[in-house]
């Protein structure tokens, strides 16, 4: 009677427990490492999109505030929207967008609510930095450009002469998709760099 082939020292004896061996780690691995990692990497991604939301909302409520006031409830995420966002700012030679810079800068505690919106979406964005494997070079890029602007609007003493116009001129990039190089965008940098994640 021949023993079996897993009990004796034949070439494909070892070669069989060697791929089973290297199976079953990259299944250990896969179970271990990889989905959880790939599960975290979206927890992360779908929470900084909601704080990215969030951010642009209520700034855009605190922009209304200081501009027309009261104001239909509705109409924060509607002007989520870029386009109409810009439609909403820009009528009359901008009568809105003045309106809601001068309110920015007469009333104090608007202007803390603002900063403060600036602070915990810059916190959010620390913290997916520091936590999350950022595999592109241009989202991580981004993410670090805006924390650092964030940071510099809110502690330098550069911005602090007319805090409400500088604010405005970043949130104007950000809620319009404007840029100096390349005008308006109909795509939210931000908001791809996030689903890059």
């Known amino acids: 009677m021949e023993a079996p082939l897993l009990l004796l020292g034949h070439p494909n004896t070892i070669a069989f427990n060697l791929s089973v061996g290297y199976l079953v780690s990259g299944m250990f691995w896969l179970l271990v490492v990889y989905f959880p990692e790939r599960t975290r990497q979206g927890l992360l991604r779908e929470n900084l999109s909601r704080s990215y939301l969030s951010f642009k909302q209520a700034s855009i409520q605190i922009l209304l505030w200081s501009s027309i006031g009261t104001h239909d409830s509705e109409l924060p995420i509607t002007l989520c929207d ?33 900063v403060l919106e600036l602070e915990i979406f810059a916190d959010e964005l620390g913290y997916v930095l520091s936590t999350a494997k950022i595999q592109d070079a241009k989202v991580h890029e981004l993410f670090k450009l805006l924390k650092e602007n964030i940071y510099r609007l809110n502690r330098s003493s550069t911005y602090s002469h007319d805090q409400a116009e500088y604010v405005g001129r970043f949130l104007w990039e950000v809620l319009a998709h404007w840029s100096f190089v390349d005008g308006y965008k ?6 791809d760099a996030i689903e890059h994640l």
């Open 82 to 114: 870029h386009r109409k966002f810009q439609e909403f700012f820009k009528a009359n030679d901008r009568e809105h967008w003045y309106a809601a810079l001068n309110g920015l800068q007469s009333n104090e505690l608007r202007m803390h609510e603002l």
């Open 186 to 191: 109909d795509r939210d940098m931000i908001q």
